[in-house]
């Protein structure tokens, strides 16, 4: 017998909300801050597979070997890759690990290892295909296989899930911004390959005031294209933290000439971006350095690493606003880890009962907080 499902399958896309769905068809799960992977076994092969079809299983030796240590010779799980790094998890870290030197994966490998954190199962022991069966009807298969196949220790991990919008309340209330997001998905319907009909991601979305540090030009004319973000550490230098770039087209000839007014070096203090230097010819790489005297508004959706993940939505300025109110900490991740969640999720393969009660008793209490998000657009 064979495994009865393709490598090429794509995987369940999600549909991106403004607000959580609500209804008993729906069931909730973490969003993890990771890499989406399939990952299947066929005997002795082992493939990992990328959202885009990608092969990962070079870059991941230790979540290949314990693939093979699970007791089953053909299955097919859908989670995420993610790597812990004291008790956050670490998307730097996670980069990393695509590096083609195969001896600096090795060493990662071993000095931070990886999780892959499961939450669907599409083809079980027998290496049949689960998946035209409902959700609900693969999730008992899913945690019965983690619990009766999958070695203690592994860090093969099961994701949590809940239908009770109270517990999503104490997810982000317990863990603030190590949280990344909820994932939706309908309890009904069979595994939705490449599509979005059965899933739905909330990402919570934040705001932070930011000084603006420099600008670089748009690629092809003299406008500012980018506004280069800037915020204060505990010894007062201005560190570089993103950019924001959805500048209106018609606001951009006088927005430059305002910048134009307030260049002065160095703009930032302390990290600065990358790229070619300000005094290069080359205006698709310059920047321009900024006196500190300019206050965004910013919309983000994670910070880590010392910077916004991804590109901030400028939202207004903040002339009422003292740049040295700027400060890093209004950002920082908070110390609560998104590693408890799985603790909890995890009977079968966390190391021992007596760690997981010392986690549970050391816990921050759940805060109250509604889940809400300022719209997408």
């Not at 949280?179 to 919570?204: E, P, T, W």
């Not at 965004?296 to 590109?311: I, K, L």
Request: proline share 8%; hydrophobic share 35%; charged share 25%.
């Amino acid at each position: 017998m064979t495994l009865s499902i393709p490598t090429s399958l794509p995987p369940m896309e999600a549909l991106l909300v403004p607000d959580l769905p609500r209804g008993p068809e729906w069931q909730y799960e973490p969003k993890w801050d990771g890499f989406r992977c399939l990952a299947f076994k066929n005997g002795t092969t082992i493939d990992l597979k990328s959202k885009s079809g990608q092969p990962l299983d070079r870059y991941f030796p230790e979540i290949v070997a314990a693939l093979r240590q699970v007791k089953a010779e053909r299955f097919a799980v859908d989670g995420e890759l993610v790597v812990p790094v004291g008790r956050v998890l670490s998307f730097d870290d996670l980069l990393q690990r695509i590096h083609p030197a195969a001896s600096r994966v090795d060493k990662l490998s071993k000095s931070h290892p990886a999780l892959f954190v499961v939450f669907d199962l599409m083809a079980g022991a027998d290496g049949k295909s689960l998946l035209g069966r409902a959700l609900a009807d693969r999730r008992v298969a899913l945690e019965q296989f983690v619990a009766r196949r999958v070695p203690p220790g592994s860090p093969l991990r099961l994701s949590p899930k809940t239908q009770a919008f109270g517990d999503i309340e104490r997810w982000f209330g317990s863990l603030g911004s190590g949280l990344d997001g909820v994932i939706a998905k309908r309890r009904d319907l069979a595994y939705q390959s490449g599509n979005r009909h059965g899933m739905q991601k909330f990402k919570r979305m934040r705001t932070a005031d930011c000084i603006v540090g420099g600008f670089r030009y748009a690629a092809r004319d003299p406008l500012v294209g980018s506004l280069l973000l800037g915020l204060y550490d505990d010894d007062g230098l201005l560190h570089h933290v993103g950019f924001a770039s959805n500048i209106k087209s018609g606001e951009r000839a006088g927005l430059t000439r305002k910048l134009k007014t307030l260049i002065k070096p160095p703009g930032f203090t302390g990290r600065a971006p990358g790229g070619p230097s300000r005094w290069s010819t080359e205006r698709s790489g310059e920047w321009e350095p900024l006196s500190p005297k300019l206050v965004a508004e910013v919309q983000y959706d994670h910070f880590s690493g010392e910077r916004f993940r991804h590109g901030t939505r400028f939202l207004r300025w903040r002339p009422d606003k003292a740049p040295r109110q700027c400060v890093i900490g209004q950002v920082a991740q908070e110390a609560a880890s998104t590693l408890a969640l799985l603790e909890d999720a995890n009977v079968a393969t966390s190391p021992s009962a007596s760690n997981r009660t010392a986690s549970k008793e050391s816990r921050p209490k759940p805060a109250r907080r509604t889940v809400s998000a300022t719209p997408v657009r």
